[in-house]
Nanobody, 115 residues
Framework: QVQLVESGGGLVQPGGSLRLSCAAS????????MNWYRQAPGKQRELVAG???????NYADSVKGRFTISRDNAKNTVYMQMNNLKPEDTAVYYC?????????WGQGSQVTVSS
């Protein structure tokens, strides 16, 4: 079982920045592909960004150039730096670990972009 704990969400004005963190339990973190998803009210959960065990990254078109995913294997943590936030980025953000045993999800962190 992999436990994931997200932090760093909050309320920010348009154009502002936030950094989300997701800390994982266990000793196999470096082997996991890690992803950030988000779900806005009334919408389906969508993939925002991902990073593989060999640091290959991918992003949704809507966040390219604004969001950056990274990982620190020594801290068992994945991050997502979010810059130039827009109201349409408002959502609950979830991290997911893709392990050989299956997928594990965090509890979610609310990000609200509003003036």
């Amino acid at each position: 079982q992999v436990q994931l704990v997200e932090s760093g969400g909050g309320l920010v004005q348009p154009g502002g920045s936030l950094r989300l963190s997701c800390a994982a339990s266990g000793r196999l973190f470096s082997m996991y592909a890690m992803n950030w998803y988000r779900q806005a009210p009334g919408k389906q959960r969508e993939l925002v960004a991902g990073i593989t065990s060999v640091y290959i990254t991918n992003y949704a078109d809507s966040v390219k150039g604004r969001f950056t995913i990274s990982r620190d294997n020594a801290k068992n943590t994945v991050y997502m730096q979010m810059n130039n936030l827009k109201p349409e980025d408002t959502a609950v953000y979830y991290c997911k670990a893709h392990a050989t045993r299956g997928d594990y999800w965090g509890q979610g962190s609310q990000v609200t972009v509003s003036s």
